[in-house]
């Protein structure tokens, strides 16, 4: 507060506060008031719009001023988080998928290794628009990106063994992707329990459980 005292017209400090009382403090009415005047301070501040976008989107629930605002916030700037936000908003809670994968793909032009943004274009693929093949392609470029990102190998693990009895080709995925990283502990304890719960091998299965457990104590 004392930053926002000394520098009351400063859109980057009111709205750095704004996201403070909204994610530490979980006072979303006193959140709401900074950010609109960190808005009002700096209206062209992309990072500002989105964030406030993202929050009339997640947290108060107020699709019309979010989109709205996720708009402002994708004319002012390419920034990587925002326009992954918007196009989870577009594909989820507006069901625009032709204009979600717009959005996605502006996200990965504009960070490549964006881990987030690459799984949940991944997911997307998977999910909205039955596109297996694509879908594993941009989960291993996610895992390539950040192969320590837990969430990111969950959304994977739980996509294979999701299309396990719709796509013969669930099992290759998997092979492929233990070669391609065999250091991702995650993924070799997610291939165990796919040979030992899918495929009835508790054999194999142990040998990878050992191979995840020991990289882990490394």
Do not use: W
């Amino acid at each position: 507060r004392k930053a926002i005292q000394c520098a009351p017209q400063n859109g980057d400090i009111i709205g750095g506060y704004a996201s403070f009382v909204a994610e530490e403090l979980h006072d979303n009415d006193s959140a709401e008031v900074y950010y609109k005047r960190a808005i009002e301070a700096d209206p062209d501040n992309a990072v500002n719009l989105g964030k406030f976008a993202y929050f009339l989107h997640a947290v108060r629930g107020d699709h019309h001023l979010a989109d709205i605002h996720y708009q402002r916030a994708v004319q002012c700037g390419n920034n990587a988080d925002i326009l992954g936000n918007y196009a989870n908003f577009l594909e989820t809670e507006k069901e625009n998928y032709e204009l979600a994968e717009y959005y996605y793909k502006q996200a990965v032009a504009v960070e490549p290794m964006h881990a987030y943004n690459l799984a949940s274009y991944a997911k997307f693929l998977a999910y909205s628009q039955n596109d297996n093949g694509a879908a594993d392609e941009y989960f291993r470029r996610a895992i390539a990106a950040d192969s320590n990102d837990a969430a990111v190998i969950e959304f994977y693990i739980d996509f294979l063994q999701g299309i396990r009895e719709t796509d013969q080709n669930s099992h290759r995925y998997f092979k492929d992707a233990i070669k391609e990283f065999p250091q991702c502990a995650p993924l070799l304890q997610g291939y165990g329990e796919y040979l030992d719960e899918v495929l009835g091998d508790s054999a194999e299965a142990k040998r990878y459980f050992k191979l995840a457990s020991e990289i882990v104590t490394l």
